[in-house]
């Protein structure tokens, strides 16, 4: 009796292998991925099941000390600082946004059902580990020097010219005033001095 259950516990247990290794598939994704600079990351899911339906693909954080959290999933309006994109049946990719010290204690792990046949397979894949990455460098615009001041020398030579034929002017009008002053004041060269007779006394009469 002992030996016939044994028998039938290892045809179950070998019927079980093959039906798993018949109708299992493989989840991959990165060991390791690197923080971008602006502090996001990508994290690829993909699964090798052929013949089959993707029914539900989650990303779940696993902190080392708490129970897994989901992230995003299949189907989900919106999820928190995530976009999740499907490249094709195959392949869907995770961005993480906003990746804070906070996600480096942490590790990321894709979740995939599919549906073969009338049943449903779910696979887990080996957890993405985040390493941080160089920080994106803050550009300081250098200030631009202000333009250096136009030329004086044109404007000041222009002044300097009508400051030399204001003073040209003044000198001719004073040199023209002077040899006019000079010229009154000259007695001509040509004219006799001629010393006026005084008039005869007159004689006393007796």
């Given amino acids: 009796m002992t030996a016939c259950s044994f028998k039938i516990l290892t045809v179950y247990l070998s019927f079980i292998f093959i039906f798993h290794r018949s109708h299992g598939f493989k989840v991959i994704q990165p060991r390791n991925q690197t923080v971008n600079p602006d502090g996001s990351v990508f994290i690829s899911c993909e699964h090798d099941a052929k013949d089959s339906s993707v029914q539900d693909v989650r990303l779940n954080r696993k902190p080392v000390k708490d129970r897994p959290k989901m992230l995003c999933q299949k189907g989900m309006e919106k999820c928190e600082d995530v976009i999740m994109h499907e490249e094709n049946q195959y392949k869907w990719?995770?961005?993480?946004?906003?990746?804070?010290?906070?996600?480096?204690?942490?590790?990321?792990?894709?979740?995939?059902?599919?549906?073969?046949?009338?049943?449903?397979?779910?696979?887990?894949?080996?957890?993405?580990?985040?390493?941080?990455?160089?920080?994106?460098?803050?550009?300081?615009?250098?200030?631009?020097?202000?333009?250096?001041?136009?030329?004086?020398?044109?404007?000041?030579?222009?002044?300097?010219?009508?400051?030399?034929?204001?003073?040209?002017?003044?000198?001719?009008?004073?040199?023209?005033?002077?040899?006019r002053l000079r010229c009154t004041d000259k007695e001509p060269e040509n004219s006799t001095y001629v010393e006026m007779r005084k008039a005869p006394l007159p004689r006393n009469q007796p």
């Fill in 93 to 179: 990719l995770f961005i993480m946004l906003n990746v804070g010290q906070e996600a480096m204690n942490t590790e990321y792990e894709c979740e995939f059902t599919v549906k073969k046949g009338n049943l449903d397979y779910t696979e887990k894949g080996t957890p993405t580990v985040l390493l941080p990455g160089q920080k994106e460098a803050i550009c300081v615009p250098t200030p631009t020097p202000p333009p250096p001041p136009p030329p004086q020398s044109g404007l000041l030579l222009i002044i300097l010219i009508g400051l030399l034929a204001l003073m040209f002017l003044c000198t001719c009008i004073i040199t023209s005033f002077y040899i």
